[in-house]
């Protein structure tokens, strides 16, 4: 397992955490994640050989949030 941070821009209330939340923990390969709503920042626990930082990136997208960085830690 790897941990990425994913800073994404848009969030700003409980339903935008829920969305995300959901987006990223139905993707085969995402063991845990952690919203940091004020931060605006998302922690990912994720197996690198299923699933990429490209496809969480658009998972999230896909719910009208900006991913504008990600850094593996």
Do not use: W
């Not at 955490?17 to 920042?41: F, K, W």
């Not at 626990?45 to 850094?71: C, L, R």
């Amino acid at each position: 397992m790897e941990k990425t941070t994913l800073d994404v821009k848009g969030m700003t209330c409980k339903h935008c955490v829920i969305a995300v939340e959901d987006s990223l923990s139905n993707l085969e390969g995402v063991n845990q994640v952690t919203v940091h709503l004020p931060e605006e920042r998302v922690d990912v626990e994720f197996d690198p050989d299923t699933v990429s930082e490209g496809k969480m990136k658009e998972a999230i997208e896909k719910q009208g949030y900006e991913v504008v960085g990600y850094n593996l830690i």
